[in-house]
């Protein structure tokens, strides 16, 4: 069973920047994907970025590409999300997802929310304009 644990969100004002970030525990963390979405309110949860399991393979959603990146330490088995040039479109709960590399690096599955195993709580993020 693996526990995540994101932090880092907060108020920020449009074109400022921020990192989140997601611990992980109680499993062996290298053999997951790790995956970013969000989720507004009234809306679906949706796709922001998500790093396979040495970091070298990054995919990211079109509304974020550019502006955020994804990253992965995995002796501290933690996974970031460095989000820059905010919008107020980007205001939600982020949450951190992890994955079993089989089951999403086919057919775009690390798209998919319901192909993650565990997610985290979900940290806030508020971008005002």
């Known amino acids: 069973q693996v526990q995540l644990v994101e932090s880092g969100g907060g108020l920020v004002q449009a074109g400022d920047s921020l990192r989140l970030s997601c611990a992980a525990s109680?499993?062996?963390?290298?053999?997951?994907?790790l995956g970013w979405f969000r989720q507004a309110p009234g809306k679906e949860r949706d796709f922001v970025a998500t790093?396979?399991?040495?970091?070298?393979?990054?995919y990211y959603g079109d509304s974020v590409l550019g502006r955020f990146t994804a990253s992965r330490d995995n002796a501290k088995n933690t996974v970031y999300l460095q989000m820059g040039t905010l919008k107020p479109e980007d205001t939600a709960v982020y949450y951190c997802?992890?994955?079993?590399?089989?089951?999403?690096?086919?057919?775009?599955?690390?798209?998919?929310?319901?192909?993650?195993?565990?997610w985290g709580q979900g940290t806030q993020v508020t971008v005002s304009s």
């Open positions: 997802a992890a994955g079993l590399a089989t089951d999403l690096m086919f057919n775009a599955y690390f798209l998919v929310p319901a192909k993650y195993n565990y």
């Open positions: 109680g499993g062996t963390f290298n053999i997951y994907w």
């Open positions: 790093v396979g399991t040495s970091g070298g393979r990054v």
